[in-house]
């Protein structure tokens, strides 16, 4: 099956500032990357995602790149706010039915 | 998108009874799938909802623990059986407008926290 790794797991940093989260995959048939943000008592909803044949997708504040020699794609958050603060998750698929979820990254953004 | 409604959302359980858990879509969806979400912990899948047949269980969860019925394409119900504290979770209704999962979006619900004690 698929290793998924995400990093950071914690990430903190000031409002206004970037955050980076950054995704690793093992299955080169993986041809769909999205990124799922899970805020506290709720469940993951679907915030960015990008297809194989696009190096980069942007929405507002939040982008997605995907670098598929490599096997990796990063979330890009700018001019973070303290609503930007949830649980992210990477969920790569494609090669397999079922999508990998990474373990999540713990973004906290202090005012 | 697809809205998806889960209840309960939230319940306290004794150790040794069962809860079944609702999932209802506001529209016909292909796949329904149910995720486990331990404290702290990322998502893993449960099963694959089947519609009219049984459902498709991953390593490590039996049909006897964790039954799971699929009606129709807009509604089904996890059972969480003979509950034990290790049973303590958050559990993720998961829906696909697809006939598969690769390269398409799934949409959950809000969750259903249960908590055994």
């Known amino acids: 099956g698929e290793n998924v790794e995400q990093h950071p797991s914690t990430l903190s940093v000031q409002e206004g500032d970037s955050a980076v989260i950054k995704c690793t995959y093992s299955d080169s048939a993986s041809n769909y990357f999205p990124w799922y943000k899970q805020e506290l008592g709720k469940g993951p909803q679907l915030i960015i995602d990008?297809?194989?044949?696009?190096g980069e997708k942007k929405d507002q504040r939040i982008a997605v790149t995907l670098n598929k020699t490599a096997k990796h794609f990063s979330l890009h958050i700018t001019e973070t706010q303290p609503e930007d603060s949830a649980v992210y998750f990477c969920a790569p698929s494609g090669g397999s039915y079922i999508p990998t979820f990474g373990r999540g990254t713990s973004l906290i953004v202090h005012p | 998108s697809a809205v998806i409604s889960q209840k309960p959302s939230r319940d306290i359980c004794q150790r040794g009874t069962s809860l079944t858990i609702q999932c209802q879509v506001d529209s016909q969806v292909t796949m329904m799938f149910w995720y486990r979400q331990q404290p702290g912990q990322s998502l893993t899948l449960i099963a694959t909802a089947n519609q009219g047949s049984e459902a498709t269980y991953e390593s490590g969860f039996v049909i006897d623990k964790f039954p799971i019925s699929r009606p129709n394409l807009t509604f089904s119900t996890l059972t969480v059986s003979n509950m034990s504290p290790e049973d303590s979770s958050i559990y993720l209704c998961s829906v696909s407008r697809d006939s598969t999962f690769s390269g398409n979006t799934i949409y959950f619900g809000e969750g259903s926290w249960l908590t055994v004690v």
């Open positions: 990008i297809r194989s044949n696009v």
